[in-house]
DNA sequence: CGCCAGGTTGATTTCGCTCAAGCAATGTGG
DNA sequence: CCACATTGCTTGAGCGAAATCAACCTGGCG
């Protein structure tokens, strides 16, 4: 025990900051612009701890009281009605930051976040929050640009659930999950590992799951692809594409 | 003639000012945050001119130059498949900020703008947006804001839309044309000038003008309403309340 | 006056929902 | 280790809400 006070409260700050901010997460968030103090000084006023598959983080309606880093693990943002029917508006994965619209818009949760695998969740509230932003301009420029790109596809996925039938929701449902969830195998093929639910996927795309599950067995059998539980092959990706493509419905 | 060419370049500048920026677009805008001067200087770089009804200002697809202030007017802002269905994802009035979006999510415009009212609106290209928004934060704290609250209505859009039936999403509508267009006459009745037609207002909630045709029919036969060409009495707020509230669709 | 675009109404079709049953995988207690 | 619940997924049959197709108003305008 030869060291210093200062170094072993670098040791803890430095510890919990990896924890708070593992690398793969922190790269693709919008807290990437802070310096590593200022880092280091939001993650010892957060508050931080595991979650587990079924918690829930927030419900529709509560107030919000400042915004959640998702450090690891999978979240489902959703809106339900009494009769227990569900839309999922996001999926969100490590280094997504939760609750940052009704916290900037001033008003409740106007969705639940349930917990769909285990997770490492941290949050700031509302204070520490309000000033880091006053602090740092930079930070409130890549919230910005978030919000921009999550208001296209919001606006794109209206547009879809008006505008498009149910198989091209679907093609186009397995194309995003194929950005984010695929791997490609030695032969060329591209294989899926299906994050959520069928009861999700469909809750995703606005419809119910009995639709999703003839939908994707007709893509099956026109061998655009092979699923089985949560593993999914895409066989014929241009096909896949060419469902999504034209926006002709006849 | 005696004045100098000091108080004669502020008279342009005021002039031109008056016209950019009228005091009630001004106030519910972004803009609002701006000292006189930061105003006066942007101004002098817009490019500003008046729009007739079916000008359009972008299309779909368009690379994204800069923003667009609405000093006067409605833009329709929609998104248009070949058969020509469109889908009326934003209806701007004068205060209203167009393209904001896409220039700060960096892409090209994902909707086009439709004049459907005479309009004035000044552009501002890219780089003085950039330069501004760097300059002073709190108009990039504005725009979060706005984002953040568009955001939350575009979810609630997707929401309505793939779980609430056509009467409830007209009903809606009808509510949401009141908080603005609407008139309360001394007998307490309130009068809609509808500012749209029926094709875009179905375009709106994403369905087809007859259906919207006959779900105006059915609200009328049922007293809820009393509509002809655009001028629409509200004549039971209470029960027209009612038909959006409990999100059940038995 | 006739024309035409926008709006309404009617008849028919269809896509996706509802309701209900069957099935496979997983868990649990005896 | 097996009976059995339980849960999530799939399949089938029937229905219904909204789309489609088509005709017909209506009102503004050259």
Chains 1, 2 share one sequence.
């Not at 606006?155 to 659930?161: G, I, Q, S, T």
């Not at 026109?222 to 419905?249: K, Q, T, Y």
Request: glycine share 8%.
């Amino acid at each position: 025990m030869g060291r210093s006070a200062e170094e072993s409260r670098a040791d803890i700050v430095g510890e919990r900051l990896g924890r708070c901010f593992p690398e793969t997460a922190l790269e693709r968030s919008e807290w990437r612009v802070l310096a590593a103090e200022e880092l280091a000084e939001l993650c010892m006023k957060a508050h931080c701890r595991a979650y587990q598959p079924g918690e829930t983080i927030f419900y529709e309606g509560d107030p919000c009281r400042g915004v959640y880093f998702l450090s690891e693990g999978l979240i489902g943002v959703r809106k339900e009605d009494p009769d227990g029917n569900s839309v999922l508006l996001h999926l969100a994965t490590g280094g997504d930051t939760l609750g940052y619209r009704p916290f900037l818009a001033g008003d409740c949760h106007q969705a639940s976040a349930e917990v769909l695998k285990a997770s490492k969740i941290c949050f700031f509230d509302a204070e520490t929050m309000g000033a880091l932003l006053h602090a740092n301009p930079d930070l409130g420029l890549e919230f910005l640009r978030r919000a921009a790109r999550e208001l296209g596809t919001a606006e794109n996925r209206f547009y879809e659930a008006v505008r498009l039938d149910l198989r091209t929701r679907v093609a186009h449902l397995l194309l995003l999950f194929k950005d984010r969830y695929a791997t490609i195998e030695a032969d060329g093929r591209v294989l899926l590992d299906l994050p959520i639910s069928r009861q999700d996927m469909a809750a995703m795309i606005g419809v119910r799951a009995e639709s999703l599950s003839r939908t994707i067995r007709t893509l099956t059998d026109d061998g655009l692809i092979d699923v089985s539980g949560h593993r999914a092959w895409i066989l014929d990706m241009d096909r896949l594409i060419a469902e999504v493509a034209p926006p002709h419905l006849h």
